[in-house]
């Protein structure tokens, strides 16, 4: 046996890439190399991507937006843009001057933060808003990102889908005894599960006050590990040369060390024959019943990324998020 330690996404150090792999096919699936090398004290803390500071260091997407830094663009890629990445550092557009919207002196930061107004128009940024707010004193913040309702909505249509929440974990204790991974996911938790759900104060919830089961679990169990994937086998082979079990846990390698990591095609990249069949017959598709809202690429809403996986898995390869949050269809149903 040769020598060559490499770090595994469970925290342990393995003496070789091969015995990571025996270790991946005796029990876990979802194991992946984090680094070559031993692992070290920070590998056992998988912190949440969303945790960035407010540095302007602008980085580019290749989605065309500007990003305020890169921690910023890293959350991008594990939320609301699944798979976007840094095209170049700096900002992507021109300096948005809001007189192009006829709206008088009012000049506005060159970078691109969306934000929905409560007359479901998108805007650029917050400053932009405020610029047209100042035209408009019935205009408000509707919330942070791209409105998820047509532009044409109805009154009623315009309602933002209370579950369509971004997975910072900024955690606010219930009226209920439960600790939510954010207010919006106890506003969610509110519209859907539990009437009348209001926060208690922010923060976890203390011992006396705290109930350990049910929907409020889920999502903070799932905030403490953003890499939550479905036990399916549906291979793809990394630019790394490395063969992963599906898309999710590709990019939760990516996220965990190996930024530059990419799709290099849709199928294992080497693995005996018997052994393929006998890691097929050990994955299977369960999610638990976790709300976190995902449109897929083909137009149907999932609920949780986990059960669009297994969806892709099950009857469409090519599947895979185009957003989160109910797909805006929805409203006109």
């Keep these: 046996r040769s020598l060559h330690r490499v770090c595994g996404s469970d925290g342990n150090t393995y003496s070789n890439p091969c015995m990571l792999n025996c270790a991946k096919h005796e029990g876990n699936p979802d194991l992946v190399q984090v680094h070559e090398g031993p692992c070290e004290e920070h590998d056992h803390d998988f912190e949440d991507p969303c945790q960035c500071d407010d540095k302007f260091e602008p980085v580019c997407g290749d989605d065309e ?40 002196s009012c000049v506005c930061p060159k970078i691109y933060q969306p934000v929905c107004g409560t007359d479901g128009q998108t805007y650029s940024n917050i400053c932009v808003l405020k610029c047209h707010i100042s035209s408009n004193p019935g205009l408000d913040l509707a919330h942070l990102g791209k409105c998820v309702v047509p532009l044409h909505a109805t009154e009623t249509e315009k309602v933002r889908d209370p579950c369509a929440c971004f997975r ?32 208690l104060h922010n923060g976890r919830c203390a011992p006396k006050e705290q109930v350990t089961e049910g929907f409020a679990l889920d999502y903070t169990e ?23 079990a599906n898309k999710c846990t590709l990019n939760c390698a990516k996220m965990r060390g190996n930024p530059d990591l990419k799709i ?55 599947l895979n998020i185009a957003g989160y949050g109910r797909c805006p269809n929805d409203y006109n149903k």
């Design 65 to 104: 937006i500007t990003y305020r830094n890169l921690c910023h663009l890293e959350c991008a890629a594990f939320t609301t843009s699944p798979g976007v990445e840094v095209k170049h550092v700096g900002e992507c557009h021109p300096e948005i001057n809001v007189n192009q919207l006829t709206l008088k």
């Design 168 to 199: 910072n974990f900024n955690p606010v204790c219930g009226t209920d005894g439960k600790t939510y991974g954010n207010p919006c996911m106890l506003g969610c938790a509110a519209a859907t599960k539990v009437p009348g759900l209001k926060p």
């Design 222 to 244: 799932f905030i403490k590990d953003p890499c939550f994937c479905p036990k399916i086998w549906q291979p793809v082979c990394g630019t790394d040369g490395r063969t992963y």
């Design 264 to 318: 290099a095609y849709r199928e294992q990249c080497s693995c005996p024959a018997d052994e393929i069949e006998k890691t097929k017959k050990e994955y299977s598709c369960v999610c638990n019943k976790m709300y976190l809202p995902v449109c897929g690429t083909d137009g149907i809403t999932y609920n949780n990324p986990c059960l669009l996986y297994c969806a892709a898995y099950i009857k469409n390869p090519e």
